[in-house]
């Protein structure tokens, strides 16, 4: 058997890409997981896109060593991102949205570190170029850029796999509710666009308003966790 120390050196880490309609952004996300961590498992999963989504990254895996899987249909962030997990092979999942621009180096270190460091057992990143100051962002908790340790979140994985945008709250209160050490990190650099950049404002409010009762659906039907995440806090 591996002494902890040993096993420590030896985690290795998922990085995670879920991709809706991003063929802006996409290729240029892939390539720099690609070229700044070749030594991770990198993991594209496609949630059924219907503009060329799907043609870049066939067109992109014959050049770059990543796992492309595509589902046959729009099933929602959280189902992509479960799909995700249960392909992975690593210790530790690393997850970025597809949709993000200025990726540099220190920020996968920045993420994975603490938690091979053992200082905190899931990573909140937080990107500083943000329409809202990323100090007063209320949804900063809501990040899409996280790593955990894939024990931690396998068990939840049929909790999640339905809940569509719901999916980074039932992750926190989950991991709020055990008691595990959630920490936030900066991002340097690092750019995610609103919805009303992407689209036009119509599409993006009644996308931005759906996201918010999937959100407040996720805390009602779960009192049991954030009765428990109260508890620890009290305590």
Not at 77 to 87: F, H, L, N, P, Q
Not at 132 to 157: C, H, Q, V, W
Not at 210 to 227: H, K, M, S, Y
Request: charged fraction near 30%; include cysteine.
């Amino acid at each position: 058997n591996l002494h902890l120390t040993d096993w420590w050196g030896t985690m290795k880490t998922s990085i995670i890409i879920c991709a809706y309609n991003e063929e802006k952004t996409v290729s240029s996300v892939i390539r720099s997981c690609c070229e700044f961590r070749p030594e991770d498992e990198i993991i594209v999963v496609d949630d059924g896109s219907t503009d060329d989504t799907a043609e870049l990254l066939i067109k992109l895996s014959k050049e770059l060593n990543f796992i492309n899987l595509r589902l046959n249909k729009k099933r929602g962030k959280s189902w992509a991102m479960v799909r995700g997990v249960e392909e992975s092979s690593r210790d530790i999942i690393l997850f970025f949205d597809a949709d993000v621009t200025g990726i540099r180096p220190e920020h996968f270190n920045d993420l994975v570190n603490p938690i091979i460091e053992g200082t905190a057992d899931m990573t909140l990143g937080q990107p500083s170029k943000t329409f809202i100051d990323y100090r007063l962002n209320p949804l900063k908790s809501l990040t899409g850029e996280r790593a955990m340790f894939k024990m931690d979140i396998l068990p939840i994985l049929d909790d999640i796999r339905d809940i569509r945008f719901g999916v980074e709250t039932y992750i926190n209160l989950s991991f709020q509710s055990r008691g595990k050490r959630i920490r936030s990190v900066i991002l340097e650099g690092l750019s995610h666009p609103t919805k009303f950049k992407k689209t036009i404002p119509i599409k993006a409010t009644k996308e931005f308003l759906n996201e918010g009762q999937e959100i407040a659906a996720t805390i009602l039907n779960n009192p049991d966790l954030v009765v428990e995440r109260i508890l620890r806090l009290i305590s």
